[in-house]
């Protein structure tokens, strides 16, 4: 092992164990190495990590990154550059810069610094094969040093988030309790997303829209895209295993709520009120071993915690501890 190779696995193994909670990847522009680093240690990080990345000069994100990152199932296609002046200083922990031959922003505040220089990639001429092996090698090693720093082996940097399913009686109020559940868990510095499982037909286009036209005149997938947001409806001929659109959809997601799949062996929480006086439908005649607490307004008597369904706080508390 060369001298630079210990040197940044000896970085990566102390930042490991100072835990920290928010890592800001720093270049110039923060269109390459910057936003590749991001895309790959939001795939890599635990649950409660935020990650972040920014410039000292804003430029557009590369096409070149976002395609490296494609390739190996991560994506950032809806990454926007952003300056320092869009962090919150205080919430930064650890800094990694990873400029090469430019001089690297200097981050205010007392972090932890590690620096990564490490060659540009757009500075790279010639054809665009060889434009994309420059940003290839930058990803591959982003991965090595990444992998490195979240303590991960030779697995691929592709993870599946972590998935909980909250389930319960029509009318249980399992809509609330999520509005109420994805801000606190966010509090906590989780990036989360949710999956709504419909058991029958639902369409969430509106007639006379162009999208709504396009898939109307029979496309199998339809994308539509802003500066903010992306939204796509796909055909299918069954609805996909739950594990699979998490990997498919997720990959840069800690933890996902899923509404619904009451028969999937994901992990449950089911929702509860006095005022049904139904079963569970987790106990009695089916007894899922998958559920792994109860929100309910009354108190119960289960082989399972009873949390309550009152104080979102406290069961966005419980899931974080669970998975």
């Keep these: 092992m060369n001298r630079q190779i210990e040197e940044w696995r000896a970085e990566a193994e102390a ?3 100072q835990r920290p909670r928010h890592i800001l990847f720093l270049c110039v522009a923060n269109s390459a190495r910057s ?5 790959i240690a939001r795939s890599l990080a635990p649950p409660g990590v935020k990650v972040s990345s920014a410039g000292s000069f ?6 070149q990154a976002i395609r490296v ?5 991560i994506e950032i296609s809806g990454h926007r550059s952003k300056g320092m002046d869009s962090i919150d200083t205080g919430s930064v922990d650890a800094v990694i810069t990873l400029c090469a031959e430019e001089v690297c922003p200097v981050f205010p505040g007392k972090p932890v610094r590690i620096h990564w220089g490490l060659p540009d990639p757009a500075a790279v001429t010639g054809t665009e094969e060889a434009r994309l092996n420059a940003f290839r090698s930058v990803r591959d090693e982003l991965i090595n040093r990444l992998k490195a720093l979240f303590g991960h082996g030779e697995e691929t940097a592709v993870k599946r988030p972590h ?5 319960g009686n029509s009318g249980a109020g399992k809509t609330t309790l999520l509005e109420r559940l994805i801000p606190a868990l966010k509090r906590k510095g989780l990036r989360v997303g949710a999956v709504k499982h419909d058991a029958h037909r639902f369409d969430i286009d509106h007639p006379g829209k162009d999208s709504h036209r396009l898939t109307a005149a029979g496309a199998d997938t339809m994308m539509i ?3 903010e947001k ?6 299918h001929a069954g609805s996909p295993p739950i594990e699979e659109l998490l990997e498919r959809y997720f990959p840069d ?4 709520l899923v509404e619904g799949l009451r028969g999937s062996s994901l992990p449950k929480i089911e929702v509860h009120r006095k005022e049904f006086r139904r079963e569970l439908i987790c106990r009695g005649e089916r007894n899922d071993p998958a559920l792994a607490a109860v929100a309910s307004d009354e108190p119960l008597d289960l082989d399972v915690p009873v949390l309550d369904l009152n104080d979102p706080e406290a069961i966005a508390e419980f899931i974080a501890s669970v998975l």
């Design 230 to 235: 992306l939204a796509m409806v796909k055909r």
């Design 58 to 63: 804003p430029a557009p994100v590369r096409p």
């Design 163 to 167: 998935a909980i399913a909250i389930v």
């Design 253 to 256: 997601i800690d933890l996902v």
């Design 69 to 73: 990152l494609e390739e190996i199932g």
């Design 15 to 17: 930042l490991r164990r």
């Design 35 to 39: 936003q590749i680093a991001e895309g």
């Design 225 to 227: 895209t802003s500066a």
